[in-house]
């Protein structure tokens, strides 16, 4: 079935620890972004990438990094987690990003559930 | 400043019944996509439906449609027929098309709305 394999499903990690959650789609798509969902905050964009080779900062990026090296996978890394980064992630998918994009919906993975003690 | 508003925390709604989730946004961009989401208990968000800046039509899409006022800036998602299986958390959601790299791709979401349906 076609769409976004989010690794792992959940995950308790200890303060300090580097993490790196994974993210691959078989869709085909150019863009692709990261968002945590927080209580009484909602869904807050991390990084994105509009295409393959290029990434950018969203509203929350401290404490993160991204690469996208290839068109399927785009994974995020904690360097040093803290438990203020506690939180469920999403990964998404769109066909296009960038300025063409305001009428292409994105596509979500089943979310990574972490827990930072 | 909030660019998506949705005004209602939650709701409960008979089985059968419609039901109609406000969604009120801001922006100054001519071209701009509003979306609306489904993230049941599991968690997962599934997307609905589609209304873009541009379109004369409301969008429709099996029980699911949008009744899009653009001068007054709303986009209600209305479910009709609703069933157990409708009982989720709804979120409503805008990309902009403006010509700052800060917008360019951000899907930008309300607080979402919770909706129960009762037998």
């Known amino acids: 079935i076609a769409g976004i394999t989010q690794a792992p499903t959940s995950q308790i990690l200890a303060a300090g620890r580097r993490m790196t959650l994974r993210c691959t789609q078989d869709?085909?798509?150019?863009?692709m972004y990261w968002y945590r969902q927080d209580l009484g905050l909602g869904l807050r964009l991390i990084h994105y990438?509009?295409?393959?080779?290029?990434?950018g900062k969203g509203e929350v990026p401290d404490g993160y990094s991204v690469s996208r090296a290839n068109t399927d996978d785009f994974p995020l890394t904690l360097a040093s987690a803290v438990p203020s980064q506690t939180s469920v992630y999403f990964c998404?998918?769109?066909?296009?990003?960038?300025?063409?994009?305001?009428?292409?919906?994105?596509?979500f993975g089943n979310g990574t559930r972490l827990t930072v003690t | 400043a909030q660019k998506i508003t949705q005004t209602q925390p939650g709701m409960f709604v008979q089985e059968k019944e419609a039901v109609t989730l406000d969604c009120t946004y801001d922006?100054?961009?001519?071209?701009?996509?509003l979306f609306w989401y489904k993230q049941p208990s599991s968690g997962e968000m599934i997307f609905l439906i589609y209304?873009?800046?541009?379109?004369?039509q409301n969008a429709t899409e099996g029980r699911y449609s949008l009744n899009f006022q653009k001068a007054r800036k709303s986009a209600n998602l209305v479910i009709s027929a609703s069933q157990l299986g409708d009982s989720a958390m709804y979120f409503c959601?805008?990309?902009?098309?403006?010509?700052?790299?800060?917008?360019?791709?951000?899907?930008?979401f309300g607080a979402g709305t919770q909706v129960v349906v009762t037998p």
């Open positions: 998404a998918s769109s066909e296009r990003g960038g300025p063409s994009s305001y009428n292409s919906p994105l596509h």
């Open positions: 869709m085909r798509h150019n863009a």
């Open positions: 990438s509009n295409t393959a080779g290029t990434t």
């Open positions: 922006t100054s961009d001519q071209s701009y996509g």
């Open positions: 209304q873009g800046s541009y379109d004369e």
């Open positions: 959601a805008m990309r902009e098309g403006g010509m700052t790299t800060d917008s360019w791709g951000k899907l930008q």
